[in-house]
């Protein structure tokens, strides 16, 4: 590869790298919005992932490669209702294991059995740029509540 064609490479990466940037700023802005209006009270993790413990348990932790069943639903920031539990059934999954958004893993990991947790998930950890083609749209940070009913 000749130095023009790696320049050019280069400049491509920095032009995607400085727009992904400015989006993940922006999201970050409209869910630290969404959190003032409502008044949340709400932990921030590394990766971005904010949470509340809305009930507490003395239940057992949860850890990578358990199967976890719980109750959920999810909502677009704009109030929109995506899915839940009440006409899904119980989601299953095992912690670790990559059938549900990243941000459902990673409050699993923070949560006992029998307790209940709002969540914003930023997209990163949801389902990314590309939406899940259904009634998440691209790019989109999500509301949700997850209660963990049991762990095996």
């Known amino acids: 590869m000749n130095s023009d064609t790696q320049k050019q ?3 491509i990466k920095e032009n995607l790298i400085e ?11 409209t869910i630290e919005g969404y959190i003032m209006r409502h008044e949340l009270k709400m932990i921030k993790t ?9 009930i507490e ?17 999810v909502y677009l920031l704009d109030g929109t209702h995506c899915y839940s539990s009440d006409s899904t059934g119980l989601l299953t999954f095992k912690v670790g294991e990559y059938d549900v958004p990243n941000g459902f893993h990673e409050i699993a990991l923070l949560l006992k ?6 969540l914003i998930i930023p997209s990163h950890l949801a389902y990314g740029i590309t939406g899940d083609n259904n009634k998440i ?3 989109s940070a999500l509301n ?3 209660e963990i009913k049991e762990r095996n």
């Not at 727009?19 to 802005?29: P, Q």
């Not at 059995?113 to 709002?118: D, T």
């Open 9 to 11: 490479e280069q400049a």
């Open 19 to 29: 727009k992904n940037k400015e989006i993940l700023k922006a999201e970050e802005e």
């Open 46 to 54: 590394p990766s971005g992932l904010r949470y509340h413990k809305m």
């Open 57 to 73: 348990s003395k239940g057992d932790s949860i850890k990578s490669g358990d199967n976890v069943k719980a109750a959920y639903s």
């Open 113 to 118: 059995v029998g307790e209940k947790a709002q």
């Open 137 to 139: 749209p691209y790019a």
């Open 144 to 146: 949700c509540f997850i």
